[in-house]
């Protein structure tokens, strides 16, 4: 599966952005979906995740209620959609695919995409 990130860039805080996630490759629709970001001088974190259905999702507590992910299986594509955004949301967000527990735990996740900026100034 390969996977490509886009839609970051610079946002005001109290704004939005759209993250996607475009797949190609091995069935994507088997795999679990996440969204992870990394801040300088931090490490990673998971931020979200869907199941294979979009049945099941995960959201840290930090964006819990303001970041909505979902997938569109016939589009091959993961979706971020992040409202109220805080300067502590600037990373690189990056998303990735794989079983369920790996990408909520974000530990042996399969594959991985490229990363996006998102920023979010004050």
């Known amino acids: 599966v390969q996977l490509q990130a886009s839609g970051g860039g610079l946002v005001q805080a109290g704004g939005s952005l759209t993250l996607s996630c475009a797949a190609s490759?091995?069935?994507?629709?088997?795999?679990?979906a996440g969204w992870f970001r990394q801040a300088p001088g931090k490490e990673r974190e998971t931020v979200s995740a869907?199941?294979?259905?979009?049945?099941?999702?995960y959201y840290a507590d930090s964006v819990k209620g303001r970041f909505t992910t979902s997938r569109d299986n016939a589009k091959n594509t993961v979706y971020l959609q992040m409202n109220s955004l805080k300067p502590e949301d600037t990373a690189v967000y990056y998303c990735?695919?794989?079983?369920?527990?790996?990408?909520?735990?974000?530990?042996?996740?399969?594959?991985w995409g490229q990363g996006t900026q998102v920023t979010v100034s004050s």
């Open positions: 490759g091995r069935s994507f629709s088997n795999y679990a």
């Open positions: 990735a695919a794989g079983g369920w527990g790996s990408v909520v735990a974000g530990i042996g996740v399969g594959y």
């Open positions: 869907i199941s294979w259905s979009g049945a099941d999702t």
